[in-house]
């Protein structure tokens, strides 16, 4: 009610791939949100949209980019889904995005411009799970490929090309996260977005301070 009152959308984000185990919780969650007054449920996992249309019908449902969406056939099943938003694979290039978005007028089409890259595909990554237990698939993702590491030197061979390094890294006496891939930061290609029919914009705020989040927000 806040939020609305001072013009602002919410938006609930179940983008997890839940377990049969977790299937109960999820529909709990889902049967609430109508009476909640959300503006969209954001989903990522095929169950999860399936039970959503039965529960919370009346909610709008938007696609996570966890559900790596980088073609018209999949935009076309998803629209057949009841999926009205979908927020393209942050791994497209940009004449890719403007085609989608040319090729479906009646969706919605929503840009990853700002946070994280991943070192894995749009998100799907078993790091955090393999390191401290939080499934980074199920929310609760540590962000490891951001700690800090430290190797002397790391050279990688694949089988059947011996002698010659795959990967190597070289890494002094100080730790440092070399892991991390670079932030995404499409900023100045603000306007090039918007000219190419991208419906909203997508900034990253997961482990981040209120006052991060809303700098950021200001500034786009």
């Known amino acids: 009610g806040e939020a609305h009152a001072r013009g602002v959308r919410v938006y609930y984000c179940l983008n997890a791939l839940p377990y049969d185990a977790h299937l109960p919780a999820v529909e709990e969650a889902l049967e609430r949100l109508p009476e909640s007054g959300v503006d969209g449920l954001i989903a990522a996992d095929p169950g999860v949209i399936w039970l959503a249309r039965r529960r919370c019908p009346s909610v709008p449902l938007h696609l996570s980019t966890q559900a790596h969406s980088v073609n018209a056939a999949a935009d076309a099943f998803w629209r057949e889904a009841g999926i009205g938003r979908v927020n393209l694979a942050r791994e497209l290039a940009f004449r890719d995005m403007r085609a989608l978005a040319g090729a479906f007028p009646d969706m919605e089409f929503e840009a990853f411009v700002h946070g994280a890259m ?47 390094p795959l990967w190597e890294v070289r890494q002094g006496e100080a730790f440092s996260g070399f892991w991390a891939p670079q932030d995404l930061c499409l900023l100045r290609y603000v306007g090039c977005l918007a000219d190419s029919g991208i419906a909203a914009l997508k900034l990253e705020g997961r482990t981040k301070s209120g006052g991060y989040v809303a700098q950021v927000t200001d500034v786009y």
């Open 118 to 164: 991943c070192l894995a595909l749009s998100g799907h990554c078993l790091l955090s799970a393999w390191v401290n237990g939080r499934p980074a698939n199920q929310g609760r993702c540590t962000q490891p490929c951001r700690f800090d590491y430290r190797a002397f030197a790391l050279v990688v061979e694949e089988q059947k090309r011996a002698g010659e």
